[in-house]
């Protein structure tokens, strides 16, 4: 068939980007374990030569930072603008995230010196190559923050959104955070559960997380929980389809709480739940289920 030709001809590539140190190259390891060819600190003003003419292309991930030769973001976007307006290329951005803390302890924890140091401290070079690649991030597609990641967690992260070269059905993400503990992760719907009774106020209740019964069992017999969650649910299971039909490949959904260990928790699990009786395959993440109880923070 005419059709059938004409999509197995298009070249799909995936510019992988991003702060050292975030994982890309965690990233780029994973995608060339899922058949993707995979190539690191490419000069992207090359990569016009290096695509087209073939009938069944494999899927080319491209890697590239602030170490590659030749990189200037505005450049780099520029010149990806025109690739993305060709009809032989579906081309997306990763942009690999993480906050400076973060980084500057992977880097003293591995004594690597940070690219853009020269010589002073990790956090100087992390802060001028953030501002560096600013631009890249405002643009990007698809970004990732690997602040409270795992090595694992990435991997996952990168599986379950690039696993399936052929035509995919939507990546759908569920995550949880607290919002005294950072900025909300990226999301396409927000969901703040700090009206519901804080569980970290009950002393047999505050080490735990919404991972365990008692705290599920005392969220949900809040008079509150039950009405506005069923409007939740009811409201995402409405537009996800909607948002799938449009097209999105991927779609964020976060519920946050003070701390982000029980009521946000507990929520984007049932939520998850019930995507999955819905037919969807979400991904759930729980930013800050690791961290310690703090009373100062959930006073905010």
Known sequence: MPGDSETSSIQRILLVTGLSGAGKTTALQVLEDL????????????????????????????????????????????????????????????????????????????????????????????KAERELLEPLRRWAEIVVDTSDFSSNQLQQVIRESFSDTAERSMTVTVSSFGFARGMPPLADLLFDMRFLDNPHWVPELREKTGLDNAVGSHIAADPSFEPAFERIVALITELLPRYAAQGRSYL??????????????????????????????PTVIHRNLGSRPADPLERR
Not at 86 to 94: S, W
Not at 105 to 110: D, K, L, Q
């Open 35 to 126: 058949g993707w060819e995979a190539i690191d600190n490419f000069p992207v003003r090359l990569l016009a030569g290096l695509v087209g003419g073939d009938k069944n292309p494999t899927p080319l991930a491209i890697g590239f930072d602030s170490r590659t030769r030749g990189f200037a973001p505005t450049e780099i976007i520029a010149l990806c603008k025109q690739l993305d307006a060709r009809a032989d290329i579906e081309l997306t951005t990763l942009f690999i995230d993480c906050a400076s803390g973060e980084l500057e302890r992977r880097y003293n924890e591995t004594r690597r010196p940070h690219p853009m140091a020269r010589g002073r401290p990790a956090l100087d070079g992390i």
């Open 252 to 281: 964020n959904i976060a519920f946050g709480c003070t701390g982000g260990r029980h009521r946000s928790v507990y929520s984007a699990e049932r939520a998850a739940e019930v995507l999955r009786k819905a037919g969807f395959s």
